[in-house]
């Protein structure tokens, strides 16, 4: 049976989205979603694997949502939903905490990360948390995952996942129909762009993140322009010289990522964002204010109308709402069959 090609990808509501969400993964959604089937998820049970309060969890599902359709997703081309209203995923999670290897989750960096050194006290959901992005992506027999960088360990155990269901069950899922034994595809992770990895703007070797205790480090995208221009004015930079090509930049890790940033931001190539850097450059302490001033502009420029039509949706959550529970009902009518097949090739009775 063909595989019909699917795009799949979500966003944890686990605070505002920032510049990172948007240049690494949700330009690719928008294009994607003008030539292929596409499901974009608000993934807050991936969330609520780490502490949320609920009142305010409740409200961050409804302001990714609207900073989905408000960046340009639309929900008539592609279903949007929030991934609880789902049951299959959560059911399917469960197949997959079966399937994947401990010794697969134990080398999962971003666990590690996050469960810190207290990794007794982290979540259960936290260390099975690749097993549930993988039925995520699986229940709909999603083949293409548009993601940044850090999601490509996930994205290869979801490949091992879908590999071992379909060799431990090869001979009830060729019984089933699939000849060549592939019930679930090798999703393949999409991850291009000039922005794949934004990092902090007060520590060029860490990823910009919603959960970075210091909001310096990220530009959100409901921030106002002064907050935009504030914060890129006191981006760390450093106190070298110049430097004279790309390749010697990208030693420089705080220079390196607002150059990308730009080139991301003004749809240019990291040459041209390179040569303006060195164009704009002056003596003295002041060396990068007017690369910054540039960058400023480039990201008020795309930010400003997001972030307007965001506060514009959130003033009606119960539009948010229906956009919601109609990607649901449309999310739930592809992923049943496959959940009754997988139930049926496991050998578990179906009522
Ligand atoms: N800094 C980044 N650069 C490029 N892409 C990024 N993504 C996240 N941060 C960057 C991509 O955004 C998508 C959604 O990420 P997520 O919300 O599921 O969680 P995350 O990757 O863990 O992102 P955060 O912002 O760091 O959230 P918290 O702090 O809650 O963990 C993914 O495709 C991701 O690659």
């Known amino acids: 049976m063909q595989i019909e090609p699917r795009v799949f990808s979500g966003m944890q509501p ?18 994607m979603q ?6 974009y998820c608000v993934v807050d049970l991936h969330a609520i694997t780490v502490w949320q ?32 209203q789902v049951a299959a995923h959560a059911e399917l999670a469960w197949i997959f905490n079966c399937v994947a290897r401990l010794g697969w989750l134990n080398r999962m960096t971003q666990f590690k990360e ?3 050194k207290d990794r007794e006290q ?3 959901g936290l260390y099975a948390y690749p097993n549930l992005m993988a039925a995520d992506i699986l229940v709909y027999r999603a083949t293409h995952v548009p993601v940044g960088d ?14 071992k269901f379909n060799n431990d069950f090869r001979d009830q899922i060729i019984a089933h129909g699939y000849r060549d034994g592939v019930f679930f595809p090798q999703p393949e992770p999409v991850i291009t762009g000039p922005a794949t990895r934004v990092m902090s703007l007060r520590d060029g070797t860490k990823k910009m993140s919603k959960s970075d205790p210091s909001d310096l480090s990220r530009i959100s995208l409901t921030d106002s322009d ?14 070298e010289p110049l430097p004279n090509t790309v390749e010697e930049m990208a030693k420089r890790p705080e220079i390196d990522n607002l150059v990308g940033i730009y080139a991301a931001l003004a749809d240019t190539s990291k040459d041209a964002a390179f040569n303006l850097l060195l164009a704009t ?16 502009d480039a990201a008020i420029a795309k930010l400003g109308p997001i972030r307007s039509e965001i506060i514009r949706l959130m003033d009606d959550p119960v539009e948010i709402d229906k956009v919601l529970a109609n990607g649901a009902e449309r999310a739930r009518a592809l992923a049943a069959p496959v959940m009754d097949q997988v139930k049926d090739i496991v050998g578990l009775i179906r009522s």
């Open 150 to 163: 850090d999601q490509k360990q996930h994205l290869e155990l979801a490949r091992d996942i879908a590999q």
């Open 14 to 31: 686990t605070g505002s989205l920032h510049l990172g969400n948007y240049l690494g993964a949700m330009i690719n959604w928008i294009k």
């Open 114 to 116: 996050k469960a810190g």
């Open 226 to 239: 002064d907050i935009i221009a504030d914060k890129i004015k006191r981006a760390k930079t450093d106190a």
């Open 53 to 84: 309060d609920p009142a305010e969890l409740r409200s961050a599902i409804r302001q990714v949502t609207a900073a989905y359709i408000a960046a340009g997703l639309d929900p008539k081309k592609s279903i949007l939903f929030n991934q609880s």
């Open 281 to 296: 450059s002056t003596d003295g302490p002041s060396l990068f204010t007017g690369f910054k001033r540039n960058l400023t």
């Open 122 to 124: 982290a979540s259960v």
């Open 34 to 39: 003008e030539t292929h089937a596409c499901i």
